[in-house]
């Protein structure tokens, strides 16, 4: 049976927070799973009291903080289950990239994570997943095999592209709103190392050598750049203490040597501050990145870019206070998946992103918005909308509008009274 904790609970405060700390769900009722058969007894009290349902298993992508209703949290459900001849993992709802990547490692394979191996891998992948091979290997959404789900009528429903198809396009893409799914089958892929980590430079002119550099890298290298101010703390590496730097990031999937020759043009820009680049095992991958890991109030806004000219960088220049991020896209995340999903806006170049401190949306937010829409696609990325800015509005233009409008029938299909509402929202008709 279940393990529920209602508000009255000691564990009910550190049971309903997550990563993000600017908003926290308010629930009725919390279950917590450890297995399917949890998360079916969840939903069926939800849909028996008609409440609505919220799922969290890290809490960092927290897009509407539920209050009331039921949040069934699966952090306890963080099983893999490696297949190394069929090239394969089964991953359970709660799983945080970094189990997945220990567990395919001693095979020679890896996931398509993301930057933070604490991430939920299940969450992080039916919303997309930019991840460190992404321009070589398109979405960590275009690689998924199966979907285990639980739907709003409690029924345990596993989806495929030939089995549920429908509720299987819905899903990635669409996250939470068409059920709590409980598993996901991936691919993985034969990598043990990338030629990997971060080049830090003083200021901000760096972000324009970057944007050079990019235009002629290979697939194989995933690259992004942020201009992060660095307090004056011992826990911040001497040479970056009390500067606003550029830290460049390289995830090269190819020979050491090679990797080594892409990159030397930055290397060539002027004085580095820091150079943490060379050939890593997979298993070290979060150091590219190298996100923070303890929890944190912040609101995250971003504009996907059809190309960025020096003067959509220059949009930037004068935030000082926060952390300006810009993704190279392009590659295999342009192309069209080999199993469909409703993953959109396959047309940016670049996803270029404001992130700051805090639970209050700052300004900046809106106008480096408005400074970017001369090259802006229009569009959104769902996993990169969080708190504030996960309005439905921005919901709606993460997809194709072909797509949201089939989005839009199947949630009427799948769930007509929006028992899953507490997520990225896509209303029933």
């Given at each position: 049976m279940a393990h529920t904790i209602t508000a009255d609970s000691d564990q009910y405060d550190s049971e309903r927070t997550g990563f993000q700390l600017s908003a926290r769900h308010r629930p009725d009722v919390i279950f917590a799973a450890e297995d399917a058969a949890d998360?079916?007894?969840?939903?069926?009290?939800?849909?028996?009291?008609?409440?609505?349902?919220?799922?969290?298993?890290?809490?960092?992508?927290?897009?509407?903080?539920?209050?009331?209703?039921?949040?069934?949290?699966?952090g306890r459900m963080n099983g893999v289950r490696v297949d190394p001849a069929a090239r394969?993992?089964?991953?359970?709802?709660?799983?945080?990239?970094?189990r997945?990547?220990?567990?395919?490692?001693?095979?020679?394979?890896?996931?398509?994570?993301?930057?933070?191996?604490?991430?939920g891998a299940l969450s992080y992948t039916l919303g997309g997943g930019i991840g460190l091979m992404?321009?070589?290997?398109?979405?960590?959404?275009?690689?998924?095999?199966?979907?285990?789900?639980?739907?709003?009528?409690?029924?345990?429903?596993?989806?495929?592209?030939?089995?549920?198809?429908?509720?299987?396009?819905?899903?990635?893409g669409g996250r939470g709103n068409f059920g709590v799914a409980t598993g996901l089958e991936i691919a993985l892929f034969p990598v043990t190392t990338l030629y990997g980590g971060a080049l830090f430079f003083d200021g901000f002119d760096a972000v324009h050598a970057w944007r050079e550099w990019v235009a002629n890298v290979p697939e194989e290298m995933t690259s992004s750049v942020a201009v992060i101010p660095f307090p004056d703390a011992?826990?911040?590496?001497?040479?970056?203490?009390?500067?606003?730097?550029?830290?460049?990031r390289i995830a090269y999937a190819g020979p050491a040597e090679e990797g080594e020759r892409l990159i030397e043009p930055l290397r060539a820009y002027g004085p580095r501050l820091m150079d943490k680049?060379?050939?890593?095992?997979?298993?070290?991958?979060?150091?590219?990145?190298?996100?923070?890991?303890?929890?944190?109030?912040?609101?995250?806004?971003?504009?996907l870019l059809r190309e960025l000219p020096p003067q959509a960088v220059e949009?930037?220049?004068?935030?000082?206070?926060?952390?300006?991020?810009?993704?190279?896209?392009g590659g295999a995340l342009s192309r069209p998946p080999v199993t469909p999903n409703a993953i959109g806006n396959r047309n940016a170049s670049f996803l270029y992103g404001v992130v700051s401190r805090g639970s209050e949306v700052p300004p900046e937010?809106?106008?480096?918005?408005?400074?970017?829409?001369?090259?802006?696609?229009?569009?959104?990325?769902?996993?990169?909308?969080?708190?504030?800015?996960?309005?439905?509005?921005?919901?709606?233009?993460?997809?194709?509008?072909?797509?949201?409008e089939r989005l839009r029938d199947l949630k009427t299909t799948y769930d007509p009274a929006d028992l899953f509402r507490h997520t990225h929202h896509i209303p029933p008709r």
């Amino acid at each position: 049976m279940a393990h529920t904790i209602t508000a009255d609970s000691d564990q009910y405060d550190s049971e309903r927070t997550g990563f993000q700390l600017s908003a926290r769900h308010r629930p009725d009722v919390i279950f917590a799973a450890e297995d399917a058969a949890d998360v079916r007894a969840a939903v069926s009290h939800a849909s028996a009291h008609n409440l609505p349902v919220a799922v969290q298993a890290t809490g960092h992508g927290l897009a509407v903080a539920g209050d009331g209703g039921v949040l069934v949290t699966t952090g306890r459900m963080n099983g893999v289950r490696v297949d190394p001849a069929a090239r394969i993992a089964w991953i359970e709802a709660g799983t945080p990239w970094s189990r997945v990547i220990e567990a395919a490692a001693p095979h020679g394979l890896a996931p398509l994570s993301g930057a933070a191996p604490a991430v939920g891998a299940l969450s992080y992948t039916l919303g997309g997943g930019i991840g460190l091979m992404a321009r070589e290997h398109g979405y960590a959404a275009d690689h998924v095999r199966a979907i285990e789900v639980v739907t709003a009528d409690a029924e345990l429903v596993l989806a495929t592209p030939d089995k549920e198809p429908d509720l299987f396009w819905a899903l990635l893409g669409g996250r939470g709103n068409f059920g709590v799914a409980t598993g996901l089958e991936i691919a993985l892929f034969p990598v043990t190392t990338l030629y990997g980590g971060a080049l830090f430079f003083d200021g901000f002119d760096a972000v324009h050598a970057w944007r050079e550099w990019v235009a002629n890298v290979p697939e194989e290298m995933t690259s992004s750049v942020a201009v992060i101010p660095f307090p004056d703390a011992p826990f911040v590496p001497e040479p970056l203490r009390a500067r606003r730097a550029t830290h460049i990031r390289i995830a090269y999937a190819g020979p050491a040597e090679e990797g080594e020759r892409l990159i030397e043009p930055l290397r060539a820009y002027g004085p580095r501050l820091m150079d943490k680049v060379e050939e890593i095992p997979y298993t070290r991958s979060d150091i590219i990145h190298n996100d923070p890991t303890d929890p944190v109030a912040s609101q995250s806004s971003h504009s996907l870019l059809r190309e960025l000219p020096p003067q959509a960088v220059e949009a930037a220049r004068s935030l000082t206070g926060t952390i300006v991020e810009i993704r190279h896209l392009g590659g295999a995340l342009s192309r069209p998946p080999v199993t469909p999903n409703a993953i959109g806006n396959r047309n940016a170049s670049f996803l270029y992103g404001v992130v700051s401190r805090g639970s209050e949306v700052p300004p900046e937010h809106a106008q480096t918005e408005a400074a970017l829409r001369p090259w802006s696609t229009g569009g959104k990325a769902l996993n990169f909308l969080f708190a504030a800015h996960a309005t439905e509005e921005n919901v709606k233009k993460a997809f194709e509008p072909a797509a949201y409008e089939r989005l839009r029938d199947l949630k009427t299909t799948y769930d007509p009274a929006d028992l899953f509402r507490h997520t990225h929202h896509i209303p029933p008709r």
